[in-house]
């Protein structure tokens, strides 16, 4: 958002904060390899969760999970655009600073993965065994 902007106030401003924002979200998805791979995975779990019909307690911890990685993804993105913004050079601080960006996003993920084993655990074993 500009700076002039953040002086008006309105539905104008309002509606340019969604506009800024759908940018961040196209540049992110258009440029970043790993938040493509996140919606692949994300893809799978959706169309899992429509063929084994889980509980609607399920849908929104599915959702939560799902949108917190798109979430730490991008504040990923932004903050490693940042550091190369202030250090165009190496710089020891600066890596570790994307590193631990990166991490984030790792531990989050093994997460994920351990919330869709436990949320899709018993409809995979019981379809397998169900005879």
């Known amino acids: ?5 953040r002086r008006k106030k309105g539905l104008g401003r ?9 940018h ?9 390899q790993n938040i493509r791979l996140h919606l692949l995975a994300a893809v799978i779990a ?10 609607l307690v399920h849908w929104m911890i599915l959702i939560m999970v799902i949108g917190g990685i798109f979430a730490l993804e991008i504040v990923n993105t932004a903050l490693e655009r940042l550091v190369d913004l202030i250090s165009d050079e190496y710089h020891p ?5 994307k590193d631990i960006s990166a991490a984030s996003v790792f531990v989050y993920s093994i997460a994920a993965i ?3 084993v436990l949320l899709f655990y018993h ?4 379809l397998l065994f169900s005879n």
Not at 93 to 97: D, N, P, Y
């Open 1 to 5: 958002m500009d700076l002039k902007d």
């Open 14 to 22: 309002f509606f340019r904060s969604f506009k800024y924002a759908s």
């Open 24 to 32: 961040g979200l196209r540049y992110v998805f258009l440029e970043e």
């Open 46 to 55: 959706i169309v899992m969760a429509f063929v084994f019909s889980i509980p």
């Open 93 to 97: 601080l600066a890596k570790l600073a």
């Open 114 to 116: 351990i919330i869709g």
């Open 123 to 126: 409809p995979i074993i019981s």
